[in-house]
């Protein structure tokens, strides 16, 4: 496989404008109905000379939107891409009065709905080759799904998986209790302690990504697109967000398909020892650590984020029938 080129900081607006842009500006989407009469907004971009696929996976309070870079590259190595908004963010349905509250009933129902997808967008093409790349929440929607249902990917990238929290060792054994106990106790979802409502962290000590300029191009567009804005997680999110990255890691074994598990060294968002517990227990997985990457490694500096998509693409490349 030849190596591959990715949009460079050196030239990003340039690109972004030049090409990315028209790129965006030809996708196709629409609005899919989801789990529980929720309707999904997705995207897809698609050639007839391409053979094979990535379904994207994004995490929480993203949107689709978020990834034109991404989708612009991979298109670009020859994949056709599909993604959508999950429930409660992006321009899929908000489920709670309040849209700015990131809210979930049942972290199942993201699984579903990814099942859903799914069959709706790619079984039906009959690629040679599909692959799936899963982010953050993404990643552990990702994993939940290939460990309990029938799926026609080939092989699986999680990047910086939503297989455990960082949270604090001392508040750990009780963030479960008290997020199940402080969900119950409300009628309407209301944010979680330390959650508060959507707004523009300055890049200075931001815990996503060490990349200035790819940092404040999605927060421009989130200050232009108000519509995909998503704050602070409910006390119910949590909790059904600490379930579902337990349950990645107890049915790990389950995970069959050939898969890379991509970590940021100095991530702080996701628990990094998790990673090295779901490798530990799946049958088929390897683990890279991107030295120096904060939590974002589609969304980082040059140096880390070409590693990040380099080891993809090789990945796939191995893996195809």
């Keep these: 496989m030849k190596e591959a080129t990715f949009i460079q900081e050196s030239h990003y607006l340039e690109t972004m404008k030049n090409q990315v842009s028209p790129f965006w500006e030809k996708r196709q989407h ?24 990535i379904m994207v996976v994004n995490g929480r309070i993203e949107s689709v939107h978020k990834y034109q870079e991404l989708f612009y590259d991979l298109f670009c190595q020859g994949y056709d891409i599909y993604s959508f908004d999950h429930r409660g963010q992006g321009l899929s349905d908000r489920l709670t009065e309040n849209s700015d509250i990131g809210h979930i009933e049942d972290f199942s129902d993201y699984v579903i709905d990814l099942d859903s997808i799914t069959k709706k967008l790619i079984t039906p093409m009959n690629y040679q080759d599909s692959y799936l790349l899963g982010h953050s929440m993404g990643g552990a929607i ?40 402080l969900s119950q106790r409300t009628s309407q979802p209301s944010y979680a302690f330390g959650q508060a409502p959507y707004h523009a962290k300055p890049f200075l000590n931001n815990l996503l990504t060490t990349c200035e300029i790819r940092y404040q191009w999605f927060r421009a567009l989130y200050a232009v697109k108000p519509e995909l804005q998503i704050g602070g997680a409910s006390n119910h999110w949590v909790n059904q967000g600490l ?19 991509l970590q940021g060294e100095n991530d702080r968002i996701v628990d990094n020892n998790a990673h090295i517990e ?17 939590h974002e490694l589609l969304f980082e500096s040059d140096t880390c984020r070409n590693q990040a998509l380099s080891e993809t693409l090789n990945f796939f490349h191995q893996h195809n029938k």
């Design 142 to 181: 990702a994993t939940q799904y290939v460990e309990n249902h029938e799926h026609p990917y080939t092989a699986l990238t999680l990047s910086a998986p939503m297989h455990g929290i960082h949270i604090q060792p001392w508040l750990k054994p009780l963030a479960g209790t008290i997020s199940r106990y």
């Design 30 to 53: 629409g609005f899919y109905q989801g789990q529980k009469g929720v309707q999904l907004h997705w995207v897809s971009f698609t050639s007839p000379t391409h053979q094979k696929a």
């Design 243 to 261: 379930i579902g990255a337990k349950l990645c890691i107890e049915h790990a074994h389950s995970c069959v398909i050939p898969t890379l598990l």
């Design 278 to 294: 779901f490798q530990k227990r799946a049958p088929n997985c390897q683990l890279v650590t991107i030295k120096e990457a904060k």
